[in-house]
C-alpha cells in the first residue's frame, strides 16, 4: 500500500507542476499583452 501512496503523490506533483507551468504561462503572456497595449497608446499619442 505504501507503494501505491507514493506513485499517487508523485502523479499529483508531476499534475500540478504541470498546471503551475500553464497557468504561469497564461499570466506571463497577459502582461506581456498588456505592456504591448501601453507601449502601442503612448505611440499614438506622440
Given at each position: 500500500?505504501a507503494?501505491?501512496?507514493?506513485i499517487?503523490g508523485f502523479f499529483m506533483?508531476?499534475i500540478?507542476g504541470?498546471?503551475?507551468?500553464i497557468?504561469?504561462?497564461f499570466?506571463?503572456?497577459?502582461?506581456?499583452?498588456?505592456?504591448?497595449?501601453?507601449?502601442?497608446?503612448e505611440?499614438?499619442?506622440k
Amino acid at each position: 500500500m505504501a507503494g501505491i501512496k507514493s506513485i499517487g503523490g508523485f502523479f499529483m506533483f508531476i499534475i500540478g507542476g504541470i498546471i503551475a507551468i500553464i497557468v504561469g504561462s497564461f499570466m506571463i503572456r497577459g502582461t506581456m499583452h498588456l505592456w504591448d497595449k501601453s507601449d502601442s497608446d503612448e505611440k499614438k499619442e506622440k
